[in-house]
Structure formats: structure tokens, C-alpha cells
């Protein structure tokens, strides 16, 4: 890989999750949209790869008569990540995502959410973790939704999850990266993935993401909950883009010192 080639560079710098690899390090959920053509043109505007999906929300043939997401938006085409969204204790969490097992023909990956309380949606870490063994035991590729507590993330990791996705701030917020210190200690400590997972606003909270060394992030609210879905989506996929770009250019340090930005030496006097 040239580092002078900006072009080989984000072509060679792949997102592996499970032994596949994915090209764009921006993963979208598919709930909250209009309806589903708005759903279809946000997540191609998005260039994600991986669409996650609420089995308790969304219809992917849980209901033969009602229209499904699976029409607009193909597992020929993107790699779809059941999530159980919604559920409060280990035993729904692991019901719900071997329902999507049956649903998927087989399908391994899915994404483990276990949530506290329905005020904060933060996860219950007790029964995430419970729910994580299970999974892993029966053979899933399990993507995590976690505090961003490094032990707890280290925890997961050891279970043998494929990916930790520790919250930015509250889900449906907003409100960005809170806590960009916790962040950094997981990223530091992990052999696996790591992927902002809630929080997420706009583009410039997804760049900042990336720029701390994540190695994607997932939306949902931020892209569907904007004025204009589709535009968002493009601006995401371009935040999460800069953003790995300067991580891999790798900023200069921060000192209490102007520098002039132009060289000293050989000055025309």
C-alpha cells in the first residue's frame, strides 16, 4: 500500500468483521424512514454494506403479507446484521436472534443488544454478557452494543465476540462523542473491531469517530431524523471517509507553541 496514493490507500484499508471484508466503514440501520423507497435511497446514498435490523420493529418475512425490507434492499446486495433491539433480559435477546437465524436462511452475524431500562436504552452489561456466551456457544458471529466501560468491552472480547460497539452518548441523542477518553482505552486494548454504536448527530461526530482510531460506526436516528435522509446519508459516508483518512494520515500533536507555517530557514531577506 502507497501512502502517497490516497485511492490505493482506501482501497486496501478494509473493514474485516468475521473473516469478511467490507469496503465502507459506515453501517446504517433501517428503521425510523418514511417508508421503505425513503429507506432504500438513504442506505445507497449511504454506500454502507451492512444494515442492521430490529426483528421485534422490522418486517424481513415474520409476516408473509405485509411488504419487506428484504424487497428494497436485497441480502444479495448488503450484508443484513438482525439486531434485538428492544429486548430487556438475556432470554429475549438470544430468542429473538435465533428467530432471525431461522428467518435468514442460516444467517450467522447479528448484532446483541440487551437494553437497561427503556429511558436510557443503556445496556444491561449483566445480561449482555450472559446473552453473549450463549450466542457464541451456538455458533453466532456476535457484534455487541456495550457500555464504554474497557473492561467490560475486554470482557466480550474474551467471550469471543466479533466486534464491541460501545455507545457514544445516549441512542437517539444526538449528542456525539461524550467520552472520547473511554473510547480510546478500548480501541487501544482491542484484537477485534471496534464501532461507535448511538450517539451520532451529524457528519463531523462520525469523522471524529474514525479520527480516534474506530474502525467504523453504526447510525440509525442521525441519517432517518434529518431533514433530508438522503443528504445526510451522503454527508455520513463522506464524515466517516475524512475521517479514517486523517487517522491513517495521522494528525500533528497539539502544544501551547505557534509554529510558523512556512519554513524559517532560508528566508529571503
Known sequence: MSLNDPQTTTQADSLVIAGKT?????????????DLEETRLATEASGAEIVTVAIRRVNIGQDPNAPSLLDVLPPSRYTMLPNSAGCYNAEDAVYTLQLARELLNGHKLVKLEVLGDPKTLFPNMPETLKAAEILVKDGFDVM????????QAKMLEEIGCVAVMPLASLIGSGMGILNPWNLSLIIEQAKVPVLVDAGVGTASDAAIAMELGCDGVLMNTAIAGARD?????????????????????????????????????????
Not at 144 to 151: K, L
Open 22 to 34: 467490507y469496503r465502507s466503514r459506515l453501517l446504517v440501520g433501517s428503521g425510523k424512514y418514511r
Open 144 to 151: 455487541v452494543y456495550c457500555s464504554d466501560d474497557p473492561i
Open 229 to 269: 435522509p438522503v443528504l445526510m446519508a451522503h454527508a455520513m459516508k463522506l464524515g466517516v471517509e475524512a475521517g479514517r483518512a486523517a487517522y491513517l494520515a495521522g494528525r500533528i500533536a497539539k502544544k501551547f507553541a505557534a509554529a510558523p507555517s512556512s519554513p524559517t530557514a532560508g528566508t529571503v531577506t
